[in-house]
């Protein structure tokens, strides 16, 4: 696209777009310190800070054994910054020439955190940002963990711009259009491989959430249900077999149901072949590769569920990539503050708790701590 011929190529405004997304190890040593970081925040652990702090040291201690083990299938290391970097280079491509735009990475648990990426936004001249949160559902645990965490970098480094946020997009058409043509090709995909007279289920297996965090008023599971309505009304296809999930469980409460085990477990009842599409996330990591391609097949195999068929993430699909560009256009188009799929008819009904729009804000959050 070329600069409008009023505008001159130099008057572009210099908008940094800060790409939010939870971090993972980058070695097999940065596992616990990375663990340690995500159980020591108050929008995980809510509890005062001389309790969290000694809990959420023991429960990242007693959890890293398991979480090293999944990695180490992976390569000793998340695959989720280089996949961000991908999707921000595409994004960057994706903008157009009607705004000089930077995309930039702040992951809350691991390497780039925020303070280094609040840093490089202010010494790169930025004249605006647009903070877009790699989570299409917002939830105070992850997309308000992660604007506290940006807030209280840009005090400490002293960034002060005017900033846009696009904090939920669980709805947005062009997302629903992106993920349904990704589902369509690994329906058709798996459809081809089921045994002929067996159905093929959908299984939209969304990342869980301890149901107090529900109960205090998050609105993860509500906008979970609506990004599922809106990818099968989007796809159209008649009489599809669908059903919303819930995986990784890492603490003893009582989290989102049904998990995805027992989903399974009643596609196995049913002799159902499943389709599993992992509905929070929108690049792979562990969540996805470990526990979607090898725990769940495992199970899915064992329990005797006629076939088992997992559905790639969006990673830097160019259908995606236009939609996330469209969204960071239209906030700064709108010359709001955020822009969300809570307008009008889909308004949430539940209180829209630790969410800009409120100003309710989650938890205090402190910087993830835990060096290298
Ligand atoms: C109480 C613990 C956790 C809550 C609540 C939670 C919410 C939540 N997380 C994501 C997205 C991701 N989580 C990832 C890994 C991960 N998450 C937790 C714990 C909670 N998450 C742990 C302990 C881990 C580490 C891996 C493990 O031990 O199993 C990741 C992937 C990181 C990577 O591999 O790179 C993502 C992404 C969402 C969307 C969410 C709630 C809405
Ligand atoms: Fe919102
Ligand atoms: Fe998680």
Not at 18 to 44: H, K, M, Q, W, Y
Not at 45 to 60: C, E, S
Not at 174 to 198: K, M, S
Not at 208 to 232: H, S
Request: charged share 20%; aromatic share 8%; proline share 8%.
């Amino acid at each position: 696209m070329q600069p409008p011929p009023d505008r001159p190529r130099a008057a572009r405004p210099r908008v940094a777009i800060v790409l939010f997304n939870l971090g993972g190890p980058d070695s097999p040593e940065a596992v616990r310190p990375f663990l340690t970081n995500l159980f020591t925040d108050p929008a995980i652990l809510r509890m005062p800070g001389f309790l969290r702090q000694p809990l959420g040291r023991f429960v990242a201690w007693r959890r890293t054994k398991a979480a090293s083990e999944n990695y180490a299938i992976i390569g000793g290391r998340s695959p989720l910054l280089p996949l961000t970097e991908e999707q921000g280079a595409a994004l960057q491509g994706a903008l157009g020439e009607e705004i000089e735009a930077r995309c930039f990475i702040a992951m809350r648990y691991w390497h780039p955190f925020s303070e280094a990426t609040a840093r490089a936004v202010k010494e790169w001249g930025a004249e605006e940002v647009v903070l877009l949160p790699l989570y299409p559902q917002f939830s105070t645990t992850t997309t308000g963990s992660s604007i506290t965490a940006w807030n209280e970098a840009c005090a400490e480094v002293g960034l002060s711009l005017p900033t846009r946020t696009l904090c939920c997009w669980h709805s947005d058409d062009g997302f629903a259009q992106a993920t349904a043509a990704i589902l369509r090709r690994a329906y058709d995909d798996a459809r081809a491989q089921v045994p002929e007279g067996t159905k093929l289920r959908v299984l939209f297996s969304a990342h869980g959430l301890p149901e107090t965090i529900v109960k205090q008023g998050d609105p993860y599971q509500w906008q979970v249900e609506r990004t599922a309505e809106a990818i099968v009304e989007a796809w159209g296809l008649e009489g599809l077999d669908w059903q919303i999930c819930y995986q990784s469980r890492v603490t003893p409460q009582k989290w989102l149901g049904p998990s995805t085990e027992e989903a399974l477990h009643k596609a196995a009842e049913e002799k159902v072949a499943v389709l599993v599409h992992p509905l929070a996330f929108v690049s792979e990591h562990s969540e996805t590769l470990v526990e979607l391609d090898v725990e769940y097949r495992e199970l899915a195999h064992k329990l005797g569920v006629p076939g088992y068929h997992r559905c790639p993430t969006q990673n830097s699909d160019p259908a995606f990539i236009a939609a996330m560009a469209a969204l960071v256009h239209r906030v700064r188009d709108a010359g709001e503050r955020r822009l969300c799929s809570f307008a009008g008819a889909r308004q949430c009904p539940k209180v829209h708790s630790g969410c800009p729009h409120t100003g309710v804000k989650p938890p205090r959050a402190q910087s993830a701590k835990v060096p290298a």
